[in-house]
């Protein structure tokens, strides 16, 4: 039990890090913005490509995505009516709301907590395709039914989506290691030593990154609150830290999955809140200070959250 729990230390201790760099502005002002695409665009899409490359095709035809994707889809639409029932948002801050409460921090925070607890990230792969594939278009959809770009540029809304797995790097790691499994090719040296040399940093130049974030989001202007935010925002944190791992938890152990299978679902469903939700709402002219807030704090609970469902679905001992 102990050792399980410590193994979030690296996780605490490398994100402490980035935040103390950040505060000490030893990098620059622009650290975190050129380390989040080094992230997004290099290091994560090869640590991805070799984990997903490596594994058996079987191993993604389970029924943990089934339980995963239940919870999400629940606690999103929770979050979306709640928006708009309690606190009068129209329908394109409804989806923000609704995003923030269940699109979890899969790519920078899912594979460190994966690597680190589980001993492999394979099932990440699923929740990002997930995610990008299935969740993300209907977010967008409803972004755009709920602003003024409307039906004008439908075209140019239809056309990003439809390429939006091959624009994102993350989208087309996963994508080819799929098409490496299913063929049973395998990597040759040459390609597969720079991708793990590269992968290798994912992980702590993610955390690192993360924690630059959390200081870089209280220097920078908050946009103006509407009245209520602050109980939207408590009800935002509290659906997906509480309600969606509990969720997932439910559909589980209805499907009777095996033990590290609920605990690669709970601990997925308990990941905090993606930055892509503040980067949709900047995208769409909405106001951000939900989306922004709801990933800080959801990424401080998490803290807590992840540990105690590590220790209460982890072995004992």
């Known amino acids: 039990?102990?050792?399980?729990?410590?193994?979030?230390?690296?996780?605490?201790?490398?994100?402490?890090?980035?935040?103390?760099?950040?505060?000490?502005?030893?990098?620059?002002?622009?650290?975190?913005?050129?380390?989040?695409?080094?992230?997004?665009?290099?290091?994560?899409?090869?640590?991805?490509?070799?984990?997903?490359?490596g594994a058996r095709l079987s191993s993604f035809a389970n029924q943990t995505m089934i339980a995963f994707g239940a919870g999400t889809v629940a606690v999103c639409a929770l979050g979306f009516l709640a928006a708009g029932r309690f606190f009068g948002r129209k329908t394109a801050d409804r989806a923000i709301s609704?995003?923030?409460?269940?699109?979890?921090?899969?790519?920078?925070?899912?594979?460190?907590?994966?690597?680190?607890?589980?001993?492999?990230?394979?099932?990440?792969?699923?929740?990002?395709?997930?995610?990008?594939?299935?969740?993300?278009?209907?977010?967008?959809?409803?972004?755009?039914?709920?602003?003024?770009?409307?039906?004008?540029?439908?075209?140019?809304?239809?056309?990003?989506?439809?390429?939006?797995?091959?624009?994102?790097?993350?989208?087309?790691?996963?994508?080819?290691?799929?098409?490496?499994?299913?063929t049973g090719l395998r990597v040759p040296a040459a390609i597969g030593r720079p991708c793990e040399l590269l992968g290798a940093a994912a992980v702590p130049t993610a955390l690192i990154t993360l924690g630059l974030s959390l200081h870089g989001r209280r220097d920078r202007p908050e946009a103006t609150e509407a009245p209520g935010s602050r109980g939207e925002l408590a009800l935002v944190v509290v659906l997906k830290n509480v309600v969606q791992p509990l969720a997932a938890l439910a559909v589980a152990l209805l499907l009777g999955l095996p033990e590290h299978q609920v605990m690669a679902v709970v601990l997925c469903s308990a990941l905090p809140t993606a930055q892509n939700a503040f980067l949709y709402a900047r995208e769409y002219g909405l106001g951000t200070a939900l989306a922004r807030n709801s990933v800080v704090a959801s990424t401080v609970v998490s803290m807590a959250t992840l540990s105690l469902a590590a220790w209460a679905l982890g072995p004992p001992g």
């Open 1 to 53: 039990m102990h050792d399980l729990l410590s193994a979030f230390t690296p996780i605490w201790v490398l994100t402490a890090a980035g935040y103390a760099v950040g505060r000490s502005g030893l990098l620059g002002e622009q650290a975190e913005a050129v380390l989040g695409r080094f992230v997004f665009h290099v290091a994560m899409p090869a640590a991805l490509f070799m984990m997903v490359s």
């Open 98 to 182: 609704g995003m923030a409460s269940g699109y979890v921090n899969s790519a920078n925070l899912g594979i460190p907590v994966a690597v680190q607890v589980l001993g492999d990230a394979s099932f990440v792969a699923q929740v990002i395709l997930f995610q990008v594939l299935l969740v993300s278009p209907v977010i967008l959809t409803l972004l755009d039914t709920g602003t003024d770009r409307g039906s004008a540029r439908w075209r140019p809304v239809l056309r990003r989506m439809t390429t939006m797995p091959v624009r994102n790097p993350i989208i087309m790691a996963s994508v080819l290691g799929l098409l490496v499994s299913a």
